[in-house]
């Protein structure tokens, strides 16, 4: 289970960066193009896809990997048992709010089904089902951290 969580885990770090340079070359495309009066109207469209999909994974490679911002002003000074606890129940927080996401996000992606990008015959749903499958991921990272939490709580503890 171990190899698979870690095969995915280097398959998203892998696709958000060839995401993000293709993003990045059609932009950069684009402005040529612009210049030389040629139109590519697909490009924006697949650029916003694009951007959509390599934020979203990023924000959740940064996630898993403890790169996000956090304020321990208040807890640093806690015992090492509380702060445990603290982070337990912050993780949980994060965790409903995940599964809101997905909820929500599944609802949206179903509903916008029928819509389509101007300039591809993608639906644009494929939006929304970014916000989705980085939730689903990080959901699942989550539940890594909250193991993590008992771990070292009941390693402290002694239980």
Do not use: H
Request: include cysteine; proline fraction near 2%.
């Amino acid at each position: 289970m171990r190899k698979v969580y870690r095969f995915l885990c280097k398959a998203e770090e892998i696709v958000c960066g060839v995401g993000f340079i293709v993003l990045i070359t059609l932009v950069f495309l684009s402005a040529i193009l612009r210049f030389f009066r040629v139109s590519m109207s697909w490009n924006i469209d697949m650029a916003m896809l694009l951007l959509a999909w390599t934020a979203f994974l990023g924000a959740d490679i940064a996630y898993r990997s403890g790169q996000l911002v956090g304020i321990d002003l208040i807890t640093r000074n806690l015992p090492k048992s509380i702060q445990i606890i603290v982070e337990m129940l912050i993780f949980l927080i994060i965790l409903c709010a995940l599964v809101a996401i997905v909820y929500f996000g599944i609802r949206l992606a179903a509903s916008e089904w029928i819509r389509r990008y101007q300039s591809m015959p993608i639906p644009y749903s494929m939006v929304t089902v970014s916000i989705v499958f980085a939730a689903v991921s990080m959901v699942f990272s989550t539940i890594l951290k909250i193991r993590r939490c008992i771990l070292k709580f009941t390693q402290r503890s002694g239980v």
